[in-house]
Every structure is written in C-alpha cells, then in structure tokens.
C-alpha cells in the first residue's frame, strides 16, 4: 500500500517514535514531511537516479529524509556518524552526493570538510547551523506537502563499515516499477509473522544496511517502529516493556551485554509482548544463542546476508537447536562453498561461501574489488569463509581476511572470541595475528574485562588457561592483553584492523 493510502487510513497511528524522548511522528507527519522533502530535492534540480548523502545520529527526521528520497527515485548513502572527516570526505565524493544532510551534532566532523567537498550543490544542516550550511527546517518549511508528479523507487547505496580497509560502495541499479505498489514488509510478514499491529524494535544507529532497510520495511508496511537514539542494555529490556515490542533485530554484542546484567536488572521487565528477535551482522557464540532462547523462549531468528544483496540465509530456533551453530540455509540464491583454486568442497570441509542467482551488485568506482567477488561462474562472495553440513545448513568460520597463518596453519579466530566472551569476567574480546619471527604470527588477544580492576597477569593467564581447557592450543593466545573499550562499531562489528594495525606498525611491518 502507498504511504498515502496508510497516512489517509490511519492518520495518527505512530509511524515512529524515538525511544527515550517520546517524539512520536504520525503517519500523517510522516507523509507530509517526506513530501515537502521530496519536493525540495526537485527544487534542487535533483532527478531520478542522483545521490544525497546522509551524516546523522539516530535523528527525528532521519527517517523521513530517506522516505523522501526512496520516492524521489534519489540514491541515498547513509554515513557512520562514528568516522572522522577524511573519512566523511571520502564517501560523500565517492558516492557523488549533490545533497549533504547533516546536524549540528557532527560539527566537530563536518567543518573541515566545508571547503573540500566541491561537488556539492547544497550542504544541510538540522538543530543549528554554521558558516556554509543551510538549515534544513527552514528550507523544508517552504515546501509543498503534496506527492511529486514523478515518483519513482529509490534506493540505498550504503558503503561497508571498513572493518578491513577502506569502505565500499555497494551499488545496484534502480528497481523500476512505481513506488508504493509494492508491500515492503512482505519479507518480514512471511519470515518473522508481522502484521498491521507489529511493533519493531530498532536498538542499532539506522546508517547501517540491516537496521535502515528492516526499519524502513516495516515502517512503509504501514506498522509502528521504536527508535533506540543509542543502545544500552537496560534501556533496550524497558523498550520492549514500555512499548509492547512485537518484533525486534539485535547483534550478538547487544545480547552479550544484556545477559552480562546483574540478574534482578535484566529480569524486572515484562517482555511477553516479544514475539520475534531477530539477530545477525556477526556469527553469535553457541553459548550466547543458548542462554537467550532459554530466556526469551524459542522466538531468536537469525539470518546471514550482506548490503551487498546477494543472497538471505535463514534460520528459526527450533532449526538451529537441530544445527547450533548455524546461520541457516539459503532462502534466496543457492550456496557454494569453493577452495582457493575454485573448485567446490566436500561436505564440513570450509572454503569461501559463494552465492548463485541472490542478486547482482558491483563496488561503486572498483572495479577490481567487484572482479574479486567473483567466482569464474558468476557467484558472488562477501569473503567469509564457512561450510555446510549433510542437511545443507550453513556455519560460518570467519571472514578470510582475518585468517592468521602461523607455521602454515590456518587458524581462524572466531572461535576462540566465541570461547573467550563467555568467561564471566570477559566483556568483550579481539583475537587476531600478530608478528612472530619463527612462526610469521602467532594468536593475541586484546580484551575488555568486565570490571577493568581485575586486568592484569593473573587475569591472562587465567584467560589462555580457560582457552587450553576447550579448544586446540594451536588456537589459543600465546598472551593477551587488556583495553577499556575495544573499537566495536554500534552495530557489532569490531574495526580489529585498528588493533591490529597497531602491533604490526610496533614490529616495524605493514600488514
């Protein structure tokens, strides 16, 4: 149904609310606002097929900036409001972007990009502005509320988070079609059971692919989304029971975070309106997905894709405790696991997971990067690496660039953090190489303990003796060492290229 259908059925249902203020945007608001944007955008001279980049926290109109664009048939870029300006500056030119939306919360970020960004036809700011921008309230206070004579489907073209190097676009061509004609939400009805009365949990910053596009999802489906403007464990548990939360996504980290409460904390709130937690962005340690099926029942769903759109994998509760461990089975493209030469592997043998007939995508501007997901058949890869077992299901080891090659042995460092986070004085945790003269690496870990007083020797060697105890000792850290907070991106994935660039840059060598 078109958002004007909705907003004319049921004017005052809340589309949106953010989570700790209360603001609540009706549906009402929500098509008159993304109207007047849209119609700004024309204003500009922006048409179908142009780009506008987005730098906001979890905003009130955040939402509605990127509605209007989606009807305007604009590609929009959502940025990490986490990096710094070179950063900025490098994928606001890359995307193209004619339009920059930002507030006056980044302008620490923004200000030195003032005379840089020469591509630009209008720089935006919301709550304030600065010498160079314009505010994008009074900009939109003139504008029409009525739909533009030439809506068409717009999309995202969000860039990686640059766990592992700098960060990239992931272009598609436009949908064609009419927008609106389409439900949005079909996916999540049939996969999650949502419905008019759903209402969804978003506790992750809406610059990141997942987040926006479910947010987006059931926000255009014509059902209720709750904003988390930052993540905090017991915030998000009250969340569900202020609001009466029926669907919900997370990351591992958050679930890690939550279980790692004090007990009476994360067990004071009602959350029986909860019917479907999904998950995903990271592989969840086994002991973690247990722990929060036992508390939250048999309602976890996970899922393992990219913003690359190449292919789903799915998995409910009841499947994955046939298969622990798993992420699931191909719902979308056909799955091919292949070793370094091409070829595919054998049944539990691991290789890189490969994606038949899920989508097509490119690296905006990289051509060689594009060239180097692909395998001489056509599938596409997101460069992990995993397996599948007899039922065809699905368990990822690691991303390929985190391997770490000691003595000739490839070992993969997912399942010792998998291992290390469950200790109880563990909070969170990063296991990469680092430089070995005989060896060439050797397995470190860096981690945030529970309670920063208990960091130290003893601490260590507690932590390696825990590791010798369940895993091969070829896996474990020869030491470790501690931070007070590792450099975990809000949406769970961890920049270890920051750590680990560190110690190779210490031994005199580049990675």
């Not at 020869?478 to 991106?489: G, Q, T, V, Y």
Request: contains cysteine.
């Amino acid at each position: 149904m078109h958002l004007s259908e909705i907003a004319q059925q049921n004017p005052e249902k809340p589309a949106y609310i953010m989570a700790a203020s209360g603001e609540t945007v009706t549906y009402a608001a929500l098509e008159a606002g993304s109207n007047q944007i849209a119609n700004l955008f024309r204003s500009l001279g922006l048409h179908r097929g142009d780009h506008i980049a987005i730098l906001l926290e979890n905003h009130p109109l955040f939402l509605q900036i990127c509605v209007a664009a989606q009807r305007a048939g604009l590609y929009f870029t959502a940025i990490s409001y986490r990096l710094q300006s070179d950063e900025v500056e490098y994928i606001v030119k890359d995307c193209g972007a004619k339009v920059f939306i930002t507030s006056i919360d980044r302008r620490a970020v923004v200000e030195p990009l003032l005379d840089k960004l020469e591509g630009l036809e209008r720089f935006f700011m919301l709550d304030g502005v600065i010498a160079g921008c314009d505010a994008l309230e009074a900009a939109i206070e003139s504008q029409s509320t009525e739909v533009i004579a030439d809506e068409s489907i717009g999309t995202s073209m969000l860039y990686s988070s640059g766990t592992t190097g700098r960060p990239k676009g992931v272009y598609r061509a436009l949908p064609e079609g009419v927008w609106g004609a389409e439900d949005p939400s079909a996916m999540f009805q049939a996969l999650y059971g949502a419905g008019p009365d759903s209402i969804y949990l978003t506790p992750a910053p809406l610059y990141h692919a997942a987040p926006l596009a479910f947010t987006m999802g059931f926000l255009l489906g014509g059902m209720t989304c709750i904003v988390m403007e930052h993540f905090e464990a017991l915030a998000a548990l009250s969340a569900i029971e202020t609001y009466k939360v029926t669907h919900s996504q997370w990351v591992p980290t958050m679930f890690i975070r939550m279980l790692k409460l004090d007990e009476a904390d994360r067990t004071q709130f009602d959350l029986s309106s909860l019917k479907c937690a999904i998950h995903a962005a990271a592989p969840c340690p086994v002991p973690i997905k247990e722990q929060m099926i036992e508390w939250w029942g048999p309602i976890i769903y996970e899922y393992y894709a990219g913003s690359e759109g190449n292919g789903f994998v799915a998995i409910n509760s009841e499947e994955w405790l046939a298969h622990k461990g798993s992420v699931g089975r191909g719902l979308t493209a056909v799955l091919h696991i292949c070793d370094e030469s091409g070829e595919e592997v054998g049944v539990g043998e691991s290789g890189t997971i490969y994606f038949e007939g899920g989508g097509d995508f490119e690296y905006h501007n990289d051509a060689e990067k594009t060239a180097e997901s692909r395998h001489a058949k056509g599938w596409s890869t997101l460069g992990d690496v995993g397996y599948l077992d007899a039922d065809g299901y699905l368990y990822l080891t690691d991303r390929k660039s985190f391997m770490i090659i000691s003595g000739g042995v490839n070992i993969y460092p997912q399942e010792t953090e998998n291992l290390l986070v469950t200790h109880p004085k563990v909070m969170d945790v990063a296991v990469f190489g680092v430089p070995n003269d005989e060896f060439g690496e050797e397995v470190k870990a860096v981690v945030q303990p529970k309670d920063w007083s208990d960091a130290g020797p003893e601490l260590a060697e507690e932590l390696i003796e825990f590791c010798r105890d369940n895993i091969s000792h070829i896996k474990c850290p020869k030491s470790i060492d501690f931070e007070a907070e590792l450099p975990r991106h809000p949406t769970g994935k961890l920049y270890k290229r920051l750590l680990k660039d560190r110690y190779w840059a210490e031994h005199g060598k580049a990675i």
